[in-house]
């Protein structure tokens, strides 16, 4: 069955840095639009970033923008999240996800198909 699983995450201090990862098996994932999502506790789940499968154009939230980067590897059927310079408030669960109707990629959480079941990121001194 097709599936996607993040790594990576883990407490890291303000102003440190931590690289996500998202594999995908049981399908190619360069066919799909991929985005990050993150949820904090009490908070709704919000899209962070995407990258299309067409032409890889990639998007940011404002919040993180400058600091994070999507990036893709196809070869090994997985895209990463780096991320720079982190915040306190950038602590949150993060998900992973592919879009099985749009090559172009958004970030609306309702858009997405089929979801990574999470990992913790933790920013703190």
């Known amino acids: 069955q097709p599936q996607l699983v993040e790594s990576g995450g883990g407490l890291v201090q303000p102003g440190g840095s931590l690289r996500l990862s998202c594999a995908a098996s049981?399908?190619?994932?360069?066919?799909?639009?991929i985005g990050w999502f993150r949820q904090a506790p009490g908070k709704e789940r919000e899209g962070v970033s995407c990258?299309?499968?067409?032409?890889?154009?990639?998007y940011y939230t404002d919040s993180v923008k400058g600091r994070f980067t999507i990036s893709r590897n196809d070869a090994k059927n997985t895209v990463y999240l780096q991320m720079n310079s982190l915040k306190p408030e950038d602590t949150a669960v993060y998900y992973c996800a592919a879009d099985y109707a749009f090559r172009l990629c958004v970030l609306e959480v309702n858009e997405y198909d089929l979801w990574g079941p999470g990992t913790q990121v933790t920013v703190s001194s």
């Open positions: 990258i299309s499968s067409n032409d890889g154009s990639t």
């Open positions: 049981g399908f190619t994932l360069d066919e799909y639009a």
